[in-house]
């Protein structure tokens, strides 16, 4: 289900949170999907969860003048404390137009220890009929106690994990050498979009090697249910670097055959190094 599809079930479900954090995707991508919440919130003829476009509210949205509708944009470098603390002056005012309050935090990601400790207070008591959307290119950045306090969603892009990479990565793991060359090599060499795919191997592998390091889930890419960890992290390390070698031999017009091979090559020798599914790593 895409972001878009996320947001318009919660709307119409009548289920929204009252803050959310987009991220992933392209910074044009996570503004259109505020814009979008944004409007339909206070769209007086919501038409299947999709603003009218018609109606005094979303012609003010598209001119850029709805006067409860506020979006951040960080200063300089930054979103700065001085911004935080104007934006909740003005969140707890009444709505001008009897509908809800929408800000929008463009590049949450930036913002200082102090901004986001100021804004700690708003997630956690947020005036009546008010939404916050927070923007980020990546989430690591955002204190665990911010992001905590948002529902996280995940758009498509470049942090977004492709499934078909997940599942090639799950794959992997599991097969022995003739399985990997005979069966999902061939398979891999015809996807359509193979850095994409390729991509969704390295997040799937990085996310491992975060839980392996952490064990904390809101640093990882993919939301669900933890990974379960069978590699050490020096070898999920050599993992990744490996993938993202691959990635560079293709860009550079490598030999698509050649490179998959040396990859699943590589991949296979830090593989079989340890044993999997909870063994003993055998020794170095």
């Not at 969704?200 to 890419?221: F, H, I, K, N, Y």
Request: proline content about 6%; charged content about 20%; aromatic content about 6%.
């Amino acid at each position: 289900m895409t972001a878009h599809q996320q947001l318009k079930q919660a709307l119409l479900a009548g289920k929204l949170a009252h803050a959310y954090l987009l991220v992933g995707g392209s910074e044009e991508g996570r503004r259109a999907e505020a814009i979008y919440l944004a409007t339909a919130l206070n769209c007086r003829y919501l038409q299947g969860g999709e603003p009218c476009g018609s109606c005094h509210s979303c012609r003010q949205m598209a001119g850029g003048n709805h006067p409860d509708f506020y979006l951040l944009e960080p200063r300089g470098t930054n979103l700065k404390i001085a911004q935080i603390r104007e934006l909740e002056a003005r969140l707890a005012l009444q709505a001008f137009q009897g509908g809800v309050k929408v800000a929008v935090l463009a590049g949450a990601d930036t913002m200082t220890e102090a901004a986001a400790n100021c804004l700690l207070k708003t997630l956690e008591e947020p005036p009546e009929g008010t939404y916050l959307i927070l923007l980020a290119a990546q989430p690591d950045p955002l204190l665990p106690t911010i992001r905590s306090r948002c529902q996280e969603i995940h758009l498509e892009g470049a942090m977004a994990i492709s499934q078909a990479g997940t599942g090639y990565w799950a794959r992997l793991v599991a097969a022995d050498l003739p399985v990997i060359m005979e069966e999902i090599l061939p398979e891999l060499e015809k996807e359509a979009d193979l850095p994409a795919v390729l991509t969704g191997m390295a997040l799937a592998c990085r996310d491992q090697l975060v839980w392996q390091l952490t064990g904390s889930a809101t640093l990882l890419l993919k939301p669900g249910e933890p990974p379960t960890p069978f590699l050490a992290p020096s070898r999920l390390w050599a993992c990744f670097w490996t993938i993202q070698d691959t990635l560079a031999a293709l860009e550079h017009n490598a030999n698509h055959r050649l490179a998959l091979e040396v990859m699943m090559f590589k991949l296979y020798t830090q593989f079989s190094g340890e044993a999997i599914h909870g063994g003993e790593p055998s020794p170095a």
